[in-house]
């Protein structure tokens, strides 16, 4: 290879992947690196109180840069340790922090190095957290932020809100547990991990916990519950006898694992069908126990509710364990409620994002660049040409599913290149198209669904746009993509079924257009012509021509682009779906039940305050929760 060649070939290597540990001491602190399979020491520095913060990220980039290594986490023992150094790590330096408590031996270079391989054993070949679950299949989070952080991006008076119900939550010894089928991948373990992090900074006793997976039972789940459910099976799909002895010998095996954190829940919450078959043991093991079942798809209730459909058998064969729950939490789509949901136990809440995650939280021109050059880098394993950052682009990020209308995402993007080479556009000034989205462990379909859409691009109709269209199956880094939508100028969300779709408020958050189709919860985040477009689902050609508007018309997307980052609703962020989880467990403990009536919980808790006199919400418990 000639030296140019090599001069090339070293500058589109990426960055080695490598675990620092800390062990910081009265003036000093030391590091020790895991580079890949390699320990080695890197160094002790004398610094102060004052500056070691400061210090020991300085040395950290400077490490990192001149060793061609990208530190993913960090663990801190020692003196020193304060929330500012470890929420910085994350929130400033994009590393998972760690703390290590007890230090295994004397504080220095063997603590940093022994600090140093636990942390890298977190972590996969790829950089990747590995979720590893505790004992009864407990999903252990990581805090990627403090109470504080917390309290910077809300307004005092919701703060103030959540932590009166926090207070009252403990006050009344409540234990609330959840249970789903995943704790990785899809808007609902995304939603648990954030609830639960922000739960644990407030001292809630509260844990997450997922069932034992098994292939079969997440072909019957996703098959013949999710997508009958949805209306996107294809026809002759059902629920057969075998299929019920799997799920219910799967549910009883999973609810005897976990009959001693069912003797000690106030509260459960059951997330979708896949956990619904461990109601009746819910019930037998702790009668006192309220339960709240939480719908997260849409749901074709007309369907469900009309005899002989496949719907109908399948909702109601669920429905025999369902009806059990003390309360039936919604979407706050009416449509989305089956009609034997009983009126007065139905109450409406949407989904969350969490803005301190990796989806959410900003990230430095460099950092975005970094997870850029990963994304470009996983298109040119699989045999794509990489994203021109030179470009404009368009994405959709989405799970590889049958409802996400991935190719009429494509079909839009064909009209509205087409357009563009009408009006004398160079092919190197047009937009190109970004289709990218994690997979999950309880979803077969993904795979096969990538699969097709690959296919779709061979088509003679769409060749001629392939290598400007990138799709990509995607490790689960949240970063990746964070900066992809960041660096988008238009999000799509053409969903031809969808409960309530949180990368809607992702993108608005992010000061990004997005154009939708008007399904299921989408036309509750956004405000046509305002923040974005809702389209007729079906109708590509008209996201095409608003894809054409707003490539065309700079004051028309300046001016959508700020009301979708001012105009975004707190409603869907952790804090306020925090507040809501807390308001329905005290209330179901202090009464028994919640007189819910299909409304939202908010108004629920509007109200709840008036009766209460709860006019300003005291911030009592301040001190106390900064010290968790």
Same mark, same amino acid.
Do not use: C
């Given at each position: 290879?000639a030296?140019?060649d090599i001069?090339?070939d070293?500058r589109?290597k990426?960055?080695?992947f490598?675990?620092?540990?800390i062990?910081?001491?009265e003036?000093?602190?030391h590091?020790?690196?895991?580079n890949g399979g390699?320990?080695?020491?890197?160094?002790?520095v004398?610094?102060?109180k004052?500056?070691m913060?400061?210090d020991?990220?300085?040395?950290?980039?400077?490490h990192a840069?001149l060793?061609?290594l990208?530190?993913v986490?960090a663990?801190?023992?020692g003196?020193w340790?304060?929330?500012d150094?470890?929420m910085d790590?994350?929130?400033k330096e994009?590393?998972v922090p760690?703390?290590?408590?007890?230090?295994?031996s004397?504080?220095?270079k063997?603590?940093a190095?022994w600090?140093?391989?636990?942390?890298a054993?977190?972590?996969?070949e790829?950089?990747?957290?590995e979720? *590893?679950?505790?004992e009864n299949r407990?999903?252990?989070?990581v805090?990627?932020g403090?109470i504080?952080?917390?309290?910077k #991006?809300?307004d005092?008076?919701?703060?103030?809100r959540?932590?009166?119900?926090?207070?009252?939550?403990?006050?009344?010894?409540?234990?609330?547990?959840?249970?789903?089928?995943?704790?990785r991948?899809?808007?609902v373990?995304l939603?648990?991990?954030?609830?639960?992090?922000l739960?644990?900074l407030l001292?809630i006793?509260?844990d997450?916990?997922v069932?034992?997976?098994?292939?079969?039972v997440?072909?019957?789940?996703?098959?013949k519950?999710h997508?009958?459910l949805?209306?996107?099976a294809?026809h002759?799909?059902?629920l057969?006898?075998?299929d019920k002895?799997?799920?219910? *010998?799967?549910?009883s095996d999973n609810a005897?694992e976990?009959e001693?954190i069912?003797?000690?829940a106030?509260?459960a919450?059951?997330?979708?069908p896949?956990p619904s078959?461990m109601?009746?043991?819910?019930?037998?093991?702790?009668?006192?126990?309220?339960?709240?079942?939480r719908?997260?798809i849409?749901?074709?209730?007309?369907?469900?509710?009309?005899p002989?459909?496949?719907?109908?058998?399948?909702?109601n064969?669920?429905w025999s364990n369902?009806r059990?729950a003390?309360?039936f939490?919604s979407?706050p789509v009416e449509?989305f409620?089956p009609r034997?949901?009983?009126?007065s136990?139905t109450v409406?809440l949407?989904?969350?994002?969490?803005k301190?995650d990796?989806l959410?939280?900003k990230?430095?021109k460099k950092?975005i660049?970094?997870?850029l050059?990963v994304?470009?880098?996983?298109l040119?394993?699989?045999?794509?040409?990489?994203?021109?950052?030179?470009r404009?682009?368009?994405?959709q990020?989405a799970?590889?599913d049958p409802?996400?209308?991935i190719?009429d995402?494509i079909?839009?993007?064909?009209r509205?290149r087409?357009k563009?080479h009408?009006?004398? #556009?160079?092919d190197?000034?047009?937009?190109?198209l970004v289709i990218?989205?994690h997979?999950s462990?309880?979803?077969?379909?993904?795979?096969?669904?990538?699969?097709?859409v690959?296919n779709?691009?061979?088509?003679?109709?769409f060749?001629?746009y392939?290598?400007d269209?990138?799709?990509?199956r995607?490790?689960?880094?949240?970063q990746?993509l964070?900066?992809?939508?960041r660096?988008?100028f238009?999000?799509?969300?053409l969903? !031809?079924k969808?409960?309530?779709?949180?990368?809607v408020?992702e993108?608005l958050d992010?000061?990004i257009?997005?154009i939708?189709?008007?399904?299921?919860?989408?036309p509750l985040?956004i405000?046509?012509g305002v923040t974005?477009y809702l389209?007729?689902?079906?109708d590509t050609?008209?996201v095409a021509? !608003?894809?054409?508007?707003l490539f065309k018309?700079?004051?028309?997307?300046?001016?959508?682009?700020?009301?979708?980052?001012?105009?975004?609703s707190k409603?869907?962020?952790?804090?306020s779906n925090?507040i809501?989880?807390?308001?329905?467990a005290t209330?179901l403990?202090?009464n028994?039940?919640?007189?819910g009536n299909?409304r939202?919980v908010?108004?629920?808790?509007?109200e709840?305050?008036k009766?209460?006199q709860?006019?300003?919400v005291p911030?009592?418990?301040?001190n106390v929760?900064?010290a968790?």
């Amino acid at each position: 290879m000639a030296k140019k060649d090599i001069q090339k070939d070293e500058r589109k290597k990426m960055p080695g992947f490598a675990y620092a540990g800390i062990s910081i001491d009265e003036d000093v602190f030391h590091v020790a690196v895991r580079n890949g399979g390699d320990f080695f020491y890197s160094g002790r520095v004398t610094s102060d109180k004052v500056k070691m913060k400061k210090d020991i990220f300085s040395y950290l980039r400077k490490h990192a840069s001149l060793n061609g290594l990208k530190i993913v986490a960090a663990g801190f023992s020692g003196k020193w340790i304060s929330r500012d150094l470890t929420m910085d790590a994350w929130l400033k330096e994009d590393m998972v922090p760690y703390v290590f408590e007890q230090p295994p031996s004397q504080i220095g270079k063997d603590q940093a190095l022994w600090i140093a391989e636990e942390v890298a054993g977190n972590f996969d070949e790829n950089g990747i957290v590995e979720l *590893k679950l505790g004992e009864n299949r407990r999903v252990r989070t990581v805090r990627l932020g403090g109470i504080g952080d917390f309290r910077k #991006i809300s307004d005092r008076k919701e703060f103030s809100r959540l932590e009166y119900y926090a207070d009252k939550f403990r006050e009344m010894d409540g234990k609330l547990v959840f249970f789903s089928s995943t704790p990785r991948g899809g808007g609902v373990a995304l939603m648990r991990h954030a609830l639960i992090r922000l739960f644990r900074l407030l001292g809630i006793d509260a844990d997450w916990y997922v069932m034992r997976a098994k292939k079969e039972v997440f072909e019957i789940t996703k098959k013949k519950f999710h997508n009958v459910l949805q209306a996107v099976a294809p026809h002759g799909v059902e629920l057969e006898g075998n299929d019920k002895k799997i799920f219910e *010998k799967w549910s009883s095996d999973n609810a005897k694992e976990f009959e001693d954190i069912f003797k000690k829940a106030t509260v459960a919450v059951i997330d979708d069908p896949q956990p619904s078959g461990m109601i009746p043991y819910l019930k037998k093991t702790n009668p006192k126990m309220k339960i709240i079942y939480r719908s997260h798809i849409q749901l074709e209730t007309e369907l469900m509710d009309t005899p002989g459909t496949v719907q109908y058998r399948t909702w109601n064969y669920l429905w025999s364990n369902i009806r059990n729950a003390d309360l039936f939490v919604s979407h706050p789509v009416e449509k989305f409620i089956p009609r034997n949901a009983p009126l007065s136990k139905t109450v409406l809440l949407g989904a969350s994002t969490d803005k301190l995650d990796g989806l959410n939280k900003k990230l430095s021109k460099k950092q975005i660049a970094y997870y850029l050059a990963v994304f470009n880098d996983i298109l040119e394993k699989h045999g794509q040409k990489p994203l021109d950052l030179k470009r404009p682009y368009i994405t959709q990020i989405a799970r590889f599913d049958p409802s996400k209308g991935i190719p009429d995402v494509i079909e839009s993007y064909r009209r509205f290149r087409k357009k563009l080479h009408e009006e004398g #556009i160079a092919d190197k000034d047009m937009p190109q198209l970004v289709i990218a989205g994690h997979g999950s462990v309880d979803d077969p379909e993904a795979a096969p669904i990538y699969n097709e859409v690959m296919n779709i691009l061979k088509l003679d109709t769409f060749k001629k746009y392939a290598d400007d269209i990138k799709v990509a199956r995607l490790p689960h880094s949240d970063q990746i993509l964070n900066a992809i939508m960041r660096g988008a100028f238009v999000a799509l969300q053409l969903s !031809h079924k969808e409960g309530f779709e949180v990368k809607v408020s992702e993108a608005l958050d992010k000061g990004i257009p997005v154009i939708a189709y008007k399904t299921g919860g989408i036309p509750l985040q956004i405000e046509h012509g305002v923040t974005g477009y809702l389209v007729k689902v079906g109708d590509t050609k008209v996201v095409a021509k !608003h894809l054409h508007g707003l490539f065309k018309d700079r004051e028309s997307y300046a001016r959508i682009s700020a009301n979708a980052q001012e105009l975004v609703s707190k409603e869907h962020f952790t804090i306020s779906n925090a507040i809501k989880w807390l308001f329905l467990a005290t209330k179901l403990m202090e009464n028994g039940f919640v007189a819910g009536n299909r409304r939202y919980v908010r108004d629920l808790i509007d109200e709840n305050e008036k009766m209460e006199q709860i006019v300003n919400v005291p911030v009592a418990t301040q001190n106390v929760l900064d010290a968790n």
